[in-house]
C-alpha cells in the first residue's frame, strides 16, 4: 500500500510538472516549427540550409507530437463513470485498432456475449485500449497477431493480484494478447513508472502504461501480466462487474481464463 501511495504521489508531482513544461515547450516549438517552415521556401537558400531546415522542422513536429502527448497525460480531464460495456465500446474503436495496427497484423476479437457491465468513463476505457494496442503494435515491427478477448473473472480474497488490494466479487476482462517481442524481466520490473520506456527517442513517452494502470487502479480494477521474450505479451486489464438487476438470470461466472495469474 505504501509503494503505491508513493506511486500515486510520484505521478502527481510529475504529472504537474510535465504539464506545466510541456505547456511552454509547445509555445517555443510552434514558433521554431514556423519559422522552419517560412525559411525553407527562402528564395537562395543553399541545398545544405535546406536539408537544415527540413530536419529542424522534422525534428520540431516529432517535439510537438511528444508535448501533445504529455499534455493529454496530464490534462484534467472530466471523468463521467457510467454503466457500460466493454464489448461496445471495443467494437466502437475496431476501425481506429486497424488503422493504427496497420495491415501487418491481424487482428482477432473474441468477445463475451454475455458480458456484464462496468462503471468507468468510456473516454478512459478508449485510452486504455489504445494505449494497449498501441504498444501491441510497437512489440510486432514484422507483424503478428492481436487478440482481444472479454470475459469474467471472480476474485477471491486468496487471489494475489500483484499488491493490489481488490475487491472480491465479479470482474470483467480484457486480454489484449500480441505475438510480439515480450519483455525481460528488467522491463517488467520498471512497467508502469511514468517516463520508462525502451523506444527510441521520439517514439515513445513512457506514458502509456503508468496511464493505464491510474485509470483502472481509480476504476477499482488493476492489470495482469504475462510476458515470454521473443514469444508475446498479454495485458489483462480487471475491472468491477456491476450489479444489474437481472442478476439472478445471470449465470454465474467463476473461472479464471488460463495462463493468469
Ligand atoms: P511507451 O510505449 O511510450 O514506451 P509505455 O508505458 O506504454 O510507454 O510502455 C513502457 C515500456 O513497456 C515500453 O517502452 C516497452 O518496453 C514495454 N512494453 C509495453 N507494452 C509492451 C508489449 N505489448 N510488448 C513488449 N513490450 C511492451
Wanted: with cysteine; hydrophobic share 40%; aromatic share 4%.
Amino acid at each position: 500500500l505504501e509503494r503505491q501511495l508513493r506511486q500515486a504521489q510520484k505521478m502527481e508531482a510529475l504529472g504537474r510538472m510535465a504539464g506545466g513544461v510541456a505547456h511552454d515547450f509547445n509555445n517555443l516549438l510552434t514558433i521554431i516549427n514556423s519559422w522552419a517552415e517560412l525559411l525553407m521556401d527562402e528564395p537562395g537558400l543553399t541545398s545544405r540550409a535546406q536539408r537544415g531546415m527540413a530536419q529542424i522542422r522534422d525534428a520540431g513536429n516529432k517535439a510537438t507530437g511528444l508535448t501533445r502527448q504529455l499534455l493529454a497525460f496530464t490534462r484534467h480531464q472530466i471523468v463521467e463513470r457510467q454503466p457500460l460495456n466493454l464489448n461496445d465500446r471495443v467494437s466502437d474503436i475496431v476501425e481506429l485498432m486497424k488503422r493504427v495496427i496497420g495491415e501487418d497484423i491481424q487482428l482477432v476479437l473474441k468477445l463475451d456475449p454475455t458480458l456484464g457491465r462496468i462503471k468507468a468513463d468510456a473516454g478512459q476505457i478508449e485510452q486504455v485500449v489504445m494505449n494497449l494496442v498501441v504498444n501491441a503494435r510497437d512489440a510486432m515491427p514484422h507483424g503478428g497477431r492481436l487478440e482481444l478477448e472479454t470475459g469474467e473473472v471472480t476474485v477471491t480474497h486468496s487471489d494475489p493480484f500483484w499488491s493490489d488490494p481488490l475487491i472480491p466479487g465479479p470482474y470483467v476482462t480484457l486480454a489484449v494478447r500480441d505475438t510480439g517481442c515480450g519483455m525481460s524481466v528488467e522491463t517488467l520490473g520498471h512497467l508502469f513508472e511514468p517516463f520508462f520506456t525502451t523506444k527510441e527517442l521520439g517514439k515513445g513517452t513512457g506514458l502509456g502504461l503508468s496511464t493505464v494502470y491510474g485509470i483502472v487502479r481509480q476504476s477499482g480494477g488493476t492489470v495482469g501480466i504475462t510476458s515470454e521474450l521473443g514469444k508475446g505479451t498479454t495485458f489483462t486489464i480487471y475491472l468491477p462487474r456491476i450489479a444489474e438487476d437481472s442478476e439472478a438470470l445471470r449465470p454465474p461466472a467463476t473461472t479464471k481464463p488460463a495462463g493468469e495469474r
